[in-house]
Structures are given as C-alpha cells and as structure tokens.
C-alpha cells in the first residue's frame, strides 16, 4: 500500500482515498492481475496507484483537469504511467464509448450515479464487478437500490477510522469521515 504522503497532493484536488479506506477497496475488489478496471473519478489518483500496481490497465476518468494533471504527476513519481489511460471528461462520455472492462470503480459521480451505474453495468465482462466508495448518504442509498434494481448481490460495510497521534502526554486519535464501501459479489 502507498502511504498517504506518498501523494503529491493539490488544495483544488480531493483525495488521496485514505490508506486503511484503500486497503479495504483492494480487498473488496478480489482484483486480478489481468483485470482491467474503469475508474470514474481518479481525483489525486489515490485508487489510480493501488489499482495500477496489481492489475493489467486502468482507464482512469475525472471532469477536472487539475485531477488529471495531478493522477498523471502522481504516476510518474511511481513509475505507473503505462498501465494507466486517463480521459479529462464526463464519466457518461467516457463510459459510453469503452470496451468491455472487469471492473468499474466509482469515487465520485457528480449527480450522474443512477446513469453511470445503468451504462457502467453493460460494459461489464461476464461476473464482473461495481465497486462504489461514498461519503454521501445519498449515493449510499442510491447505489445501493440501483445496484439491487440491475440485479445484483449488493454488500456495504461503513468504517470510521481513527488514527493515533503520538503526543507528548499520550496517543490522541483522530478521527476520519465515515466511508461506506458499496460493491457487488
Ligand atoms: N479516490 C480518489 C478521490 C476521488 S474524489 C483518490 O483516491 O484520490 C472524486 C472525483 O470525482 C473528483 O475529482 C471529481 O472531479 C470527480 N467526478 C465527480 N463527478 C464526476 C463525473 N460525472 N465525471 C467525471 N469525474 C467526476
């Protein structure tokens, strides 16, 4: 796992994914190292790295080109940059027009869930799977009912992690926003 100042980060750039919430999406995933995964939402490419380092290709998608820039910084400091297309783009443009994948992966949506779910699923490989991280109570529920309605198995697990900092008196944890895991089995 990369640590989470392994990242080059940027103040208009959301991410990187926790590390303890990335170790939980690579385990969840059951990933393989031929599988190719579409990313909706790369972000600071936090679950771009993770996935780049054990699988064959990711196709890596975000809206904003300051996470595009930053993804693509963020791979060449790992030397991931081959294993990795990334489009500036709208999920649905993108998704429409890709060949099948193992894997979609959604971390962010934008309003547009419900539709990147519908199309997301018919890109998807035979026994392939959706993996939906959400800090909204609304995707939540809404990839989960969705996910349901397109007849999948659907599992969600919700953490909140908590992370020591070892002061002078003692340890004082802090805690991280609670994330919810959604994904098919
Ligand atoms: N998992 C990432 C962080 C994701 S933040 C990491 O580890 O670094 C969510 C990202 O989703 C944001 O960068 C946002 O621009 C992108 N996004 C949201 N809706 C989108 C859409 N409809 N199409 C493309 N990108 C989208």
Redesign the pocket.
């Known amino acids: 796992m990369f640590k989470d100042t392994d990242?080059i980060t940027n103040s208009k750039?959301?991410?990187?994914?926790k590390e303890e919430i990335?170790c939980l999406v690579i385990s969840k995933s059951q990933l393989k190292k031929e599988d190719e995964i579409l990313?909706?939402?790369?972000?600071?490419?936090?679950?771009?790295l993770e996935f780049a380092k054990r699988c064959k290709k990711v196709y890596s998608?975000?809206?904003?080109p300051?996470?595009i820039d930053l993804?693509r910084e963020n791979l060449i400091k790992h030397d991931l940059l081959e294993k990795v297309e990334l489009f500036q783009?709208?999920?649905?443009n993108?998704i429409k027009n890709i060949d099948k994948v193992n894997m979609l992966v959604i971390?962010?949506?934008?309003?547009?869930l419900l539709e990147?779910l519908e199309i997301g699923s018919q890109k998807l490989t035979s026994g392939g799977k959706i993996i939906v991280?959400a800090i909204l109570l609304e995707t939540k529920t809404e990839a989960i009912s969705k996910l349901k309605e397109l007849g999948f198995s659907v599992e969600i697990i919700e953490v909140n992690i908590s992370k020591g900092r070892i002061l002078e008196r003692g340890t004082m944890m802090y805690a991280q926003n609670p994330i919810s895991i959604i994904y098919t089995v």
Do not use: H, W, Y
């Open positions: 990242f750039v959301p991410g990187p994914t990335r990313e909706i939402g790369c972000g600071t490419g936090g679950l771009t998608v975000d809206k904003n300051d996470a993804t783009e709208e999920a649905l993108v971390g962010g949506s934008g309003g547009d990147i991280t």
